[in-house]
């Protein structure tokens, strides 16, 4: 099953243009499924495109190796659904997970909104929707704010809440 996910089911949802294509998939990782994608590209006609894999570096925050392949010229980012665990540390140990866990691991709650391209609905098992609506911006997961809590840092970039018309929950 494919998901858009994110940012771009967000901006869509405000009416707002946005090329942040993001799909999250359930039973394989970003790279084998962008090379899936190439691979039937160049079987129906069309040009294949090589793939871009940006590896994890758990030092600089990126903790899941992302692929990106251009389709139709819009650059769009494959990885897997996943959840994340934290021991004592701000860095947290992956594993593949559901969307259910995937959507709470994400920083706010109008960030983890997934379309599903399979059923063609809005999936938001955090409040996502509610929140656009009420034009706030809430941390999506208990998970979060613990680490927030103990590192001290900010992960709520209030210039951008200003750009989506939102404010930060209290």
Same mark, same amino acid.
């Given at each position: 099953?494919?998901?858009?996910?994110? +940012?771009?089911?967000?901006?869509?949802?405000? %009416?707002?243009?946005?090329?942040?294509?993001? #799909?999250? &998939?359930?039973?394989?990782?970003?790279?084998?499924?962008?090379?899936?994608?190439?691979?039937?590209?160049?079987?129906?006609?069309? $040009?294949?495109?090589?793939?871009?894999?940006?590896?994890?570096? /758990?030092?600089?925050?990126?903790?899941?190796?992302?692929?990106?392949?251009?389709?139709?010229?819009? /650059?769009?980012?494959?990885?897997?659904l996943r959840?994340?665990?934290?021991?004592?540390?701000?860095? /947290?140990?992956?594993?593949?997970?559901? /969307?259910?866990?995937?959507?709470?691991? $994400?920083?706010? =709650? &109008? !960030?983890?909104?997934?379309?599903?391209? !399979?059923? %063609?609905? &809005?999936e938001d098992?955090?409040? +996502? #929707?509610?929140?656009?609506?009420?034009?706030?911006?809430?941390?999506?997961? &208990?998970? #979060? =704010?613990?680490? #927030?809590?103990?590192?001290?840092?900010?992960?709520?970039?209030?210039p951008k809440?200003?750009?989506? %018309?939102?404010?930060?929950?209290?």
């Amino acid at each position: 099953i494919l998901r858009i996910a994110g +940012g771009y089911v967000r901006d869509k949802l405000l %009416g707002k243009d946005s090329n942040d294509i993001d #799909i999250a &998939i359930n039973n394989m990782t970003g790279e084998a499924f962008a090379n899936l994608v190439s691979e039937y590209m160049a079987e129906n006609g069309l $040009r294949k495109q090589s793939v871009t894999v940006v590896e994890a570096n /758990p030092g600089q925050s990126k903790h899941l190796a992302t692929a990106m392949i251009k389709v139709f010229g819009f /650059p769009i980012d494959f990885v897997n659904l996943r959840t994340e665990t934290y021991a004592d540390s701000r860095i /947290p140990t992956m594993e593949i997970g559901t /969307p259910e866990e995937d959507a709470q691991r $994400r920083d706010l =709650t &109008i !960030n983890s909104l997934f379309y599903n391209i !399979n059923t %063609g609905e &809005i999936e938001d098992f955090v409040g +996502g #929707i509610k929140d656009l609506e009420n034009k706030i911006a809430k941390i999506a997961s &208990i998970k #979060i =704010t613990a680490v #927030i809590e103990v590192t001290t840092e900010l992960v709520v970039p209030s210039p951008k809440l200003s750009v989506l %018309g939102l404010i930060r929950s209290p």
